[in-house]
């Protein structure tokens, strides 16, 4: 029953990432930047 939790926590997790990776900050003043890490999940555009 963990590893499924596992799993579905990661597939979540990612999920939540891509959208995360290509959005921008709603606000105009001030917005952080995107660690390393998360880059790897932008969406390339072709």
């Not at 590893?3 to 001030?30: F, I, M, P, Q, T």
């Not at 930047?33 to 390339?44: A, G, L, W």
Request: with cysteine; hydrophobic share 40%.
């Amino acid at each position: 029953m963990k590893k499924a939790l596992s799993k579905l926590a990661v597939k979540v997790l990612n999920k939540s990432l891509r959208a995360e990776a290509d959005s921008a900050c709603a606000l105009l003043g001030y917005q952080p930047r995107m660690p390393e890490t998360v880059k790897k999940f932008k969406k390339e555009k072709k």
